[in-house]
Nanobody, 126 residues
Framework: QVQLVESGGGSVQAGGSLRLSCAASGYIYSYICMGWFRQVPGKEREGVAGIHTGGRIYYADSVKGRFTISQDRAKNTVYLQLDSLKPEDTAMYYC????????????????????WGQGTQVTVSS
């Protein structure tokens, strides 16, 4: 079992920044994709970014150049730096884990993500 706890959400104005954190506990896999998703009520969940324990990184086209994913393996924590935020980035952001799979494969089939956090809200005002 893997437990994921997100933090760092909040309200900012357009152009601002936030850093989200996802702390993992429980069983720590050595080969795992950690991903960030976001969802707005009434819309499908969208994959945002992912990072593998080996370091390979995946970004959705909508956030490339604005969001940066990183990890601190010593702290079992994954970060998502959100810069140049836009109102359309407003959503609940979720951390998720896909054990035993690379991120590019995981994001093609999001059912690969078997563990999810409770989410943290990001609100961007214009």
């Amino acid at each position: 079992q893997v437990q994921l706890v997100e933090s760092g959400g909040g309200s900012v104005q357009a152009g601002g920044s936030l850093r989200l954190s996802c702390a993992a506990s429980g069983y720590i896999y050595s080969y795992i994709c950690m991903g960030w998703f976001r969802q707005v009520p009434g819309k499908e969940r969208e994959g945002v970014a992912g990072i593998h324990t080996g370091g390979r990184i995946y970004y959705a086209d909508s956030v490339k150049g604005r969001f940066t994913i990183s990890q601190d393996r010593a702290k079992n924590t994954v970060y998502l730096q959100l810069d140049s935020l836009k109102p359309e980035d407003t959503a609940m952001y979720y951390c998720a884990a896909a054990p035993g799979i690379d991120c590019y494969t995981a994001f093609r089939s999001t059912s690969s993500f078997g563990y999810w956090g409770q989410g943290t809200q990001v609100t961007v005002s214009s």
